[in-house]
């Protein structure tokens, strides 16, 4: 049982470049959610998808684009990356929608250049 | 826009000391969880409060709502080294889960 699971661990893009962060969970939970945590920030929500088939925007969704693949997988894509996107990138999960506890993967650092 | 601010931002203590770290909001929530994060990992929740005037206790941490709803603390007694981490509160919102995070406290425990 891996939990969340999120792939690259580190990348580093040149301005321009796009990629796709990956992320899925083995838990059954049915609401999948990206962050991003800059120092002195906090974690601030980018997109989540509170069900399979639905994704509604965050507090910073500009320059981000998602996809619920399935109920097991959510993936955030940059498709032209900028240095303001430098930052680490979390994924997480709950089991519902209204359910209280959050599981994150380990994250993706990304670095922009 | 929610916001919650955190203090103090870092904190260096030594083993066997107590601290407090403080969660304030203007805002109302419906929920205030409170996460630790180790270097290189994800938040890991730690407890969640939902009614004003909550404690809940986990060993030797002690988490409170306040009355309003509005701000939150966590009082950690006789700390040690293992305690080292980033803690994040995040507040919960009347409905759904979408959750507004502090910046977060840095702890370091020194033995």
């Known amino acids: 049982n891996a939990g969340v699971t999120q792939t690259p661990k580190f990348q580093v893009l040149k301005t321009g470049q796009s990629m796709t962060l990956q992320c899925a969970q083995d838990?059954?939970?049915?609401?999948m959610y990206w962050y991003r945590q800059d120092p002195g920030m906090g974690l601030r929500l980018i997109y989540y998808s509170a069900s399979e088939g639905t994704t509604d925007k965050g507090e910073v969704p500009n320059g981000y684009n998602v996809s619920r693949l399935n109920k097991r997988e959510f993936s955030l894509r940059l498709e032209s990356a900028a240095p303001s996107q430098t930052s680490v990138y979390f994924c997480a999960s709950s089991l519902a929608w209204v359910s209280y506890e959050q599981y994150f993967g380990p994250g993706t650092r990304l670095t922009v250049t | 826009t929610q916001l919650l601010e955190q203090s103090p931002q870092f904190l260096s203590i030594q083993e066997g000391e107590n601290l407090t770290v403080y969660c304030n909001s203007s805002s109302v929530f419906s929920s205030l969880q409170w996460y630790r994060q180790e270097p290189g990992e994800g938040p890991v929740l730690l407890v969640t409060?939902?009614?004003?005037?909550e404690v809940k206790k986990l060993k030797r941490l002690t988490f409170q709502f306040g009355d309003a709803r509005k701000d939150s603390s966590l009082h950690i007694t006789a700390a040690q080294p293992g305690d080292t981490g980033l803690y994040l509160c995040?507040?919960?919102?009347?409905?759904?889960?979408?959750?507004?995070f502090g910046a977060g406290t840095i702890l370091r425990v020194k033995s």
């Open positions: 838990m059954n939970h049915n609401s």
């Open positions: 409060v939902v009614t004003g005037g």
């Open positions: 995040a507040g919960g919102q009347e409905y759904g889960n979408k959750l507004v």
